[in-house]
């Protein structure tokens, strides 16, 4: 008898399709020479003095604004890598960020454990309060067999509600300046912090799903839970793990969030799962479930911030960049190869 995982789905690492591994790289490499031409127009016709889309600081400044939702999407990808959708990340991010701002604060009094804290203690708090959430969404997944969009639904009222009960929905501010680095701090004056916990988180990732048994079990459960159980994988506590990653990444994106902004708010995170499932679906990730890459995670958040930036940049109003990022998407979805395959 063979190891287990011989009949098992395999990584779209596997995948002979060239265009398709590297579509998404000339979409990014596409949306990035359209935007820099349009920017370089303006300048022609002499409305602006320079093209300031393609200079280092432009492009840190995108880094920048990607590092929460790509955090975010890692966990996504994970998640919906086992045919999963997680709906709550966006509510644990913001009761992840309220708890440590809560131990973070010089603001003595906005609750009965209020003061300033070691830094590492906001960061545990933040980290364990995610994982918290992501497990026991898993666990109510695996054990009551019940659909992800459902459980993670109810997450995400109930971490709203938590989130919103620690202070009375009042915002915490104040925060130390420790803990406010890991939002505004710069690594060698150069790199903002931000963007260096999104390159360790994305590194890590992608070591766990492309190089450990776990990472193998996850895309063996998303491509076919039935045959992965009979080939003796544990899909319960595959399916556990997968929400207590997506959880913990959520209260790492919360710390982000709430450093870089300099208060915890009740309504943050608002519709970021959004954003991440967005970066998730355009990087080619099958809502079906089997299907996914880190890499075009990465791509599909770069391609959501290139086009929010370029868009700034050009004056292009926010409700028209909703609808672009919609059809963005509707577009993703439909040129989903596996969707192709099932037709």
């Given amino acids: 008898m063979g190891h287990p995982l ?3 789905t395999q990584p779209a690492a596997k995948a002979p399709i060239s265009l398709r591994k590297y579509g998404i790289v ?37 880094l920048h604004q990607i590092s929460v939702n790509g955090v975010l999407a890692v966990g996504m ?33 906005v609750t009965p ?18 994982a918290l959430c992501g497990g026991l969404s ?10 992800a969009f459902i459980a993670t639904l109810g997450m995400l009222l109930a971490a709203r509600g938590f989130t919103m009960s620690v202070t009375g929905g009042n915002p915490i501010s104040g925060l130390s300046p420790d803990f406010r680095w890991f939002g505004t701090g710069k690594l060698f004056e150069v790199i903002p912090v931000p963007v260096v916990i999104l390159a360790l988180v994305f590194l890590l990732a992608w070591v766990i799903l492309n190089k450990t048994v776990f990472g193998r079990y996850v895309y063996a459960v998303g491509g076919n839970e039935k045959s992965a159980r009979t080939s003796g994988i544990n899909t319960g ?25 300099g208060s915890a708010q009740t309504s943050a995170g608002s519709s970021y799962e959004l954003d991440a499932i967005a970066a998730v679906v355009i990087g080619g990730a099958s809502l079906a479930g089997g299907v996914g890459r880190l890499t075009g995670t990465f791509f599909g958040a770069l391609i959501i911030g290139v086009m929010n930036n370029g868009l700034d ?29 099932a037709g």
């Fill in 26 to 62: 000339f979409a990014f490499l596409g949306l990035c020479v359209l935007v820099s031409a349009l920017c370089q127009l303006k300048v022609v016709q002499g409305a602006w003095p320079e093209n300031t889309f393609l200079t280092v600081n432009n492009l840190m400044l995108i």
């Fill in 77 to 109: 990808t994970f998640v919906v890598i086992s045919a999963g959708i997680d709906l709550s990340v966006g509510s644990v991010l913001a009761f992840s960020g309220m708890m440590a701002a809560s131990m973070a604060t010089r603001s003595v009094g």
């Fill in 6 to 8: 011989m009949h098992i």
């Fill in 138 to 147: 898993g666990w109510i997944i695996a054990r009551f067999r019940i659909q």
């Fill in 113 to 130: 454990w209020s003061d300033t804290y070691p830094v590492i203690f906001p960061i545990i708090a933040a980290l364990g309060v995610g």
């Fill in 237 to 261: 506590a595959i399916l556990i793990w997968v929400y207590v990653v997506a959880g913990f990444l959520a209260g790492v994106a919360g710390v982000i969030l709430t450093a870089k902004t």
């Fill in 313 to 341: 940049i050009l004056g292009v109003q926010s409700f028209y960049q909703l609808i672009i990022k919609g059809g963005l998407i509707v577009v993703a979805v439909i040129l989903d190869p596996s969707r192709k395959q």
